[in-house]
């Protein structure tokens, strides 16, 4: 998996290594290349060497995300090669890494080579990458056995060890192994390097022995994969790109499945590489969102597992609630000694109504009335952290400020960087702060929560007063939020109820929630598809015009795949086919210039600018709900919804799909095809032009 330029990847599940293109690993503090599981960096240097010299890759062959092959040749890069010796380094990525090293002589002679691999440790754990801390409080240790080479690092009860074998007679030393092999003219030579990676308690055990033992034997891994892919859905399309990123995002996902021990073995999607490797309570469950029509099957152990997470009381330093749900959940060095409060942290605002949320959504598509019958509890705790704990000024809002005021997140909406949030004329607002999409999250899980408590819980007193509290928040935000004499909604209100009144993508989401009343519709789609947010390949996070606008900014500008295909599902809601056809074009165009893997996020530069998307520099790739964005914009092209039994599908494709067919989707239904070909006259319209979808009652 090549990421960045210069780098190729392995993943499986929350282990990974990022290499250079040779296959070599030579790490700087703060880059986050190198093996890593659990949140720490178990090799900092793998460095192969041929007779004192480093290898430059020919090619690499990367076409399966859990092994990758470097061809590769002794020297520099140069424009003529003609090397009598040459290698193949094979590598697999699984609980732990296995590499094969053969080595060709393809020269007249016989020789004798001298093969140094170059090996250190430096146990970094992620954070200490991502902000360049180089301090390590604790002891490194080696032992050299006749089979291995064990490096080691000790703080207190927390202790990490990797240990590196070969099959063929080796020499090892402090600081790697060497090969001495005598290779004749036109044979080959081989090796087989085995790295183990150890979480190890006070008594001795391995803590990750257990996730080994979650896994399938390595040589099942590719079926697994290819079953995977089969239970899918199967795309037919004569539009390649499309074609290319759905197959594409479906490989990624099962690359981004791990296994958390509180499962036994059942699967839930890691946010991304390379920083974000582990749960994540918002982004898991947008992405479950995304694909219940392809992967439904990811959706129930992220639910089960976030729920056995869930706030069960109050902590200022982990901004623990009774009834919230987890942002976050890191094993490495800095959660287990709280200098980061990941152990889990919470400070989220969105991740508690998106449970409530995905917890209906997969029930109207899968029949599952036992999952909600089970989660029952910790639905209701969610909905009641809603108006018990995030209404931090008694207003009716949901509202943020970290109570963790070292480690704690400022923002904890899903624009969570520091200025992310800000006025037109970039002021930063004060705190608390109330951001206009969670709003409409928690509208929607008050909605949604009221047909769980009347049809599954056996409450209708519960389900009429969210119905109330339902209406009345649509009312007081629509009144509050809404500027009227600019057309659109606040990015978000002021402590002081003041709208911070920046221009974002973030209206969008407002319209998948359905706080947005038909009337206002209208006028948030032509802000939403206006030269200011809409670059031609995707809606911009904040619109040109806007102080702190940068194209490359992280949320400032820049175009996120994921957050494009929520704001299509929301325009197809409203009726606003053609426009939601506009984002689902630009953005799978897009795809097509990344090798069909959308990254979490590019450059928010005019499409008559540039001519192609920018890559953002250091975007995560592969990233869990980039990865779920072409499955949502396939359902919202399709116009596929669940409706009691049966799956309605009403499809308006966009100019450059002239037919998409999605065979075997499944649900309560079984199993069912949506087809589609291209017709823009199709549907009815309403007296502005717009095409009329179907009534989501």
């Not at 020789?111 to 902000?131: G, M, S, T």
């Not at 995707?538 to 295909?565: C, I, K, M």
């Not at 599902?569 to 795809?591: Q, S």
């Not at 100019?655 to 499944?666: E, H, S, V, Y």
């Amino acid at each position: 998996m090549e990421d960045t330029p210069g780098t190729v990847s392995c993943i499986d599940g929350s282990t990974f290594i990022v290499s250079d293109a040779s296959g070599d690993v030579d790490a700087s503090p703060a880059s986050p290349v190198g093996l890593f599981a659990a949140d720490t960096r178990f090799l900092s240097r793998w460095v192969l060497t041929v007779n004192g010299e480093r290898l430059t890759a020919l090619s690499v062959d990367d076409s399966r995300y859990y092994e990758v092959a470097f061809f590769v040749v002794p020297g520099g890069r140069v424009d003529y090669v003609e090397a009598d010796v040459s290698a193949i380094r094979r590598r697999r990525i699984g609980p732990d890494l296995t590499e094969s090293l053969t080595v060709f002589n393809y020269g007249e002679q016989d020789v004798d080579l001298d093969v140094r691999l170059e090996v250190a440790a430096d146990f970094a754990d992620i954070f200490d990458i991502k902000f360049d801390i180089r301090d390590k409080a604790g002891s490194y240790y080696t032992h050299l056995g006749p089979d291995e080479l064990r490096l080691g690092y000790r703080r207190g009860t927390f202790q990490r060890e990797v240990s590196v074998s070969a099959s063929e007679p080796t020499t090892f030393d402090p600081r790697g192994l060497r090969f001495r092999p005598r290779v004749r003219s036109g044979q080959q030579w081989s090796t087989q390097l085995r790295v183990v990676m150890r979480a190890l308690r006070p008594d001795g055990v391995d803590l990750r022995s257990a996730v080994r033992a979650l896994r399938p034997d390595e040589s099942t891994l590719p079926e697994s994969v290819r079953a995977w892919v089969a239970a899918a859905p199967q795309l037919d399309t004569e539009n390649t790109a499309l074609q290319q990123v759905y197959q594409r995002s479906l490989v990624d996902l099962a690359a981004l499945r791990f296994a958390p021990l509180s499962l036994g073995g059942a699967t839930v999607p890691a946010a991304g590489l390379p920083w974000f490797m582990t749960l994540f309570g918002r982004d898991s469950l947008l992405t479950c969102l995304q694909t219940l029509p392809v992967t439904p099957s990811l959706t129930p152990p992220t639910l089960r597992i976030l729920a056995s997470l869930q706030g069960a009381r109050t902590d200022d330093v982990l901004e623990e609630d009774p009834g919230r749900i987890l942002h976050e959940l890191r094993y490495g060095e800095s959660a287990a000694f709280e200098e980061q409060p990941h152990s889990p942290y919470y400070g989220t605002v969105d991740a508690s109504p998106l449970f409530v949320v995905l917890l209906d959504e997969y029930e109207r598509w899968s029949g599952d009335a036992a999952l909600v019958i089970e989660l029952e509890q910790e639905a209701r705790a969610a909905l009641a952290w809603i108006d018990q704990y995030a209404d931090l000024t008694s207003t009716g809002y949901v509202w943020y400020e970290r109570r963790n005021r070292v480690t704690g997140l400022e923002n904890q909406c899903w624009k969570d960087s520091w200025d992310s949030i800000s006025y037109a004329d970039g002021r930063l607002p004060g705190f608390p702060r109330a951001t206009c999409e969670v709003q409409g999250y928690a509208y929607d899980a008050k909605i949604r929560g009221a047909r769980l408590a009347r049809t599954f819980w056996g409450d209708p007193a519960l389900a009429d007063r969210l119905e109330r509290e339902a209406a009345a928040l649509k009312d007081r935000f629509n009144r509050d939020f809404w500027i009227d004499d600019r057309g659109y909604y606040a990015l978000a209100l002021d402590r002081d109820g003041t709208p911070v009144d920046s221009l974002s993508s973030n209206i969008g989401h407002l319209l998948w929630s359905g706080i947005v009343p038909p009337e206002r519709a209208g006028q948030v789609v032509e802000h939403l598809m206006s030269p200011a947010l809409f670059s031609g390949w995707g809606v911009r996070t904040l619109a040109e015009g806007q102080r702190r606008y940068n194209p490359l900014g992280y949320h400032n500008g820049t175009v996120w795949p994921f957050d494009n295909s929520f704001i299509a599902w929301g325009l197809r809601r409203y009726g606003f086919a053609a426009e939601a056809g506009r984002i689902a074009e630009g953005i799978i165009d897009a795809a097509a210039y990344f090798q069909g893997r959308l990254p979490e996020a590019f450059g928010g530069f005019a499409r008559d600018t540039t001519r192609y998307p920018v890559r953002y520099p250091t975007a995560g790739s592969p990233q869990a709900w980039s990865s779920g964005a072409s499955m949502l914009l396939i359902r919202t092209m399709l116009g596929i919804d669940p409706h009691e039994n049966h799956l309605a599908v009403d499809p308006v494709l966009p100019p450059g799909f002239r037919r998409i067919a999605l065979l075997d989707i499944p649900g309560r239904w079984g199993k069912v095809d949506a087809f589609a070909r291209h017709r823009p006259d199709h549907l009815p319209t309403d007296d502005t032009g717009h095409h009329l979808a179907p009534s989501l009652e």
